[in-house]
């Protein structure tokens, strides 16, 4: 099979954001190899400036990082756009990767970690974005009530406005959408939404509460997705509430 690199087409640009320079060329020679141009940055300054002149369609990004920490590059890409973001982050961290899902990141990988694993996700988590040359969108608009999910554009609106989504969140309100009045546990929606087969969680939890701020008009009182308590959670469709 010719790669997208031989052919000469390039399925994406990636930031990759690492301190480390063992790190970051291994990354990068992968990421290449899969046919992704690749830049490279070692600090969160150097990433910012990056990010805003040559806007990348990812990036994967260092927690542990010298002057800015990850954290907070991160909530300063999220800022400037809705680029998926990939966190690496330190194996037990399990407290920094639920604040880097708070702050909008899409997905994490554990150092130390396969440098094929991570290509891997990245080629996931393009494809969800619709972002790279994998794959067509699995159907038309999603709506109820105020809410409208467009799947071909992977746009979002509520009351007519733009809804911002990051990937994850946009991949997991579909999923809600499509069935409603459903009750999944956490389990189920990190394999159904994320793909893992085991992992974290809280990720679940975080992205659940992130989603209710932006689709509940009292995100502390939810009365669209519902906590099930003892199972999970469940969507209640807007004409449900009306009735």
């Not at 190899?33 to 490279?40: M, N, S, W």
């Not at 800022?79 to 880097?100: C, F, K, N, W």
């Not at 009045?181 to 994320?194: C, I, Y």
Request: proline share 5%; hydrophobic share 40%.
């Amino acid at each position: 099979m010719v790669s997208a690199r031989a052919s000469g087409a390039s399925s994406g640009r990636v930031l990759v954001v690492d301190d480390d320079p063992t790190v970051s060329d291994v990354v990068r020679r992968y990421l290449e190899r899969a046919g992704y141009d690749v830049d490279k940055a070692a600090d969160g300054p150097t990433a910012l400036a990056l990010a805003a002149e040559r806007p990348p369609d990812l990036v994967v990004l260092d927690l542990m990082l010298p002057g800015m920490a990850g954290l907070e590059v991160c909530r300063r890409l999220r800022g400037m756009s809705d680029v998926p973001i990939v966190m690496l982050t330190a194996l037990g961290e399990e407290s920094d990767r639920v604040v880097g899902f708070e702050t909008g990141a899409d997905d994490y990988v554990t150092k130390p970690f396969s440098p094929r694993e991570l290509a891997l996700r990245v080629h996931s988590v393009l494809r969800r974005a619709g972002r790279g040359d994998t794959g067509e969108s699995d159907g038309g608009p999603l709506a109820d009530g105020d809410l409208r999910l467009d799947l071909v554009s992977r746009t979002a609106e509520r009351h007519g406005a733009s809804l911002a989504l990051t990937v994850r969140e946009f991949d997991l309100l579909a999923h809600f959408l499509r069935h409603p009045r459903r009750a999944f546990n956490r389990a189920e929606l990190l394999q159904q939404v994320w793909g893992w087969s085991f992992g974290d969680q809280a990720t679940v939890t975080v992205h659940v509460r992130r989603l209710r701020e932006k689709v509940e008009d009292d995100p502390q009182h939810p009365r669209r997705i519902v906590t099930v308590w003892g199972v999970g959670y469940r969507f209640e469709p807007v004409e449900n509430l009306n009735a």
